[in-house]
């Protein structure tokens, strides 16, 4: 059974930092893009940040800069390191795993991040 199992989330004020954690079981993690998006209340998810399995990493324009994306293959996990919280980067951020050769995916349930003072 896949799991991707999202933590690290909460409140945290204008300028603070976060770090986000995506603990992943049931999937062969070196074969998997791993993703972080984002769903603010009343929009579409977006795309935050993308690592590929060889560690190759693209990011938002409103997070270059701010936010860092990681995958650690020996925990089976990805993160997201949050600088410089805007009020704009409040959300529901959820991880993704994108198999490479199906383009099969999977989704967390989310954590919530808000920022505000």
């Known amino acids: 059974q896949v799991q991707l199992v999202e933590s690290g989330g909460g409140l945290v004020q204008p300028g603070g930092s976060l770090r986000l954690s995506c603990a992943t079981s049931?999937?062969?993690?070196?074969?998997?893009?791993m993703a972080w998006y984002h769903q603010a209340p009343g929009k579409q998810r977006e795309l935050v940040a993308r690592?590929?399995?060889?560690?190759?990493?693209n990011y938002a324009d409103s997070v270059k800069g701010r936010f860092t994306i990681s995958r650690d293959f020996g925990q089976n996990a990805v993160y997201l390191q949050m600088n410089s919280l805007e009020p704009e980067d409040t959300a529901v951020y959820y991880c993704?795993?994108?198999?490479?050769?199906?383009?099969?995916?999977?989704w967390g349930k989310g954590t919530l991040v808000t920022v505000s003072s």
């Open positions: 993704n795993a994108d198999y490479l050769y199906t383009g099969t995916q999977y």
């Open positions: 690592i590929s399995s060889g560690g190759r990493t």
């Open positions: 049931g999937i062969n993690f070196i074969y998997y893009n």
